[in-house]
């Protein structure tokens, strides 16, 4: 097979990647924008997800799809509801102050981390996927006879990981839209935009606060439940999405949500190309170097520091 069909199926593998990037990073862009609170503990959030997922799908007695369309919608509200009982116990008390917010969040993620690991145990633990078609993709080459349609061996992808691409791009148009056209969206970029004139004006910033930080754990944990069917539930499986997802906010710009998909986009792809072609530890290594490049040069990030 030539090298055309192997970029084709290193860009689908990207694409996965992109999507679920771009949920996770998302949600933790939008804590920092409204908040200007930095959550180390956003990784953990996002293993709780899939971690749920494996629980819950293994609780249900059925088709696979039963089982993991309930994890779909009671794994990002219970993670979402422990955020914002995090939130109202823990940062509220701190007053939001970005130094402390650090450090509780650090010991936020050890404390989720070891109690997951005491009750989940230290296994990877994988879930059935609800469906999962093998899908043969075409490739087209030019011969003695000129372009004829050919079909690669092993040039193909699943209806999941297409699903998940699908899901990925339906769930950001939501939070667009939730940003954009509600009221509730409104009141979030006023708090963004000037908290103390939010407050003047009667809007309740802590429940603003607590609802953003519930939002941003809750997209996290549904990226982990897309995840989990194709790669498995570990309780220490959060670093590698908060790595990420930090150099996509950078990159993209802190707050910054549009710029945070097209940063999630142009990581996640090349991620999947470079893993595919050369290492995943050379392509986490360019985008590191990639977010120094963009703190020298441009500190505010390539899309600009805010969105409304």
Partial sequence: ????????????????????????????????????????????????????????????????????????????????ALAVAADMTILKRLEYDPERTIVATIGLLYIIQQVTLMGYGPDARPVEAPFNTRIALPWFEHGAEGWAMIWPWGLGTTTYKLAVIGAAVVLLCAVWALMTRTRIGLVMRATQSDRDMALAFGIPVERVYALVFGLGAALAALAGVLIVPIQQAHYLMGADPLLLSFIVVIIGGLGSLPGTVLAAVLIGLSDGIISVFFSPTLAKILATLLVGLVLVFRPQGLFGGRST
């Fill in 1 to 80: 097979m030539e090298l055309g069909p192997y970029l084709v199926l290193a860009t689908l593998e990207g694409a996965v990647t992109a999507a679920v990037l771009a949920l996770t990073a998302v949600g933790l862009s939008l804590v920092f924008g409204v908040m200007r609170v930095v959550n180390i503990a956003h990784g953990e959030f996002f293993m709780l997800g899939a971690v749920l997922a494996w629980w819950i799908a293994q609780s249900v007695v059925g088709h696979p799809a039963i089982g993991f369309a309930l994890a779909l919608v009671a794994a990002p509200l219970i993670v979402g």
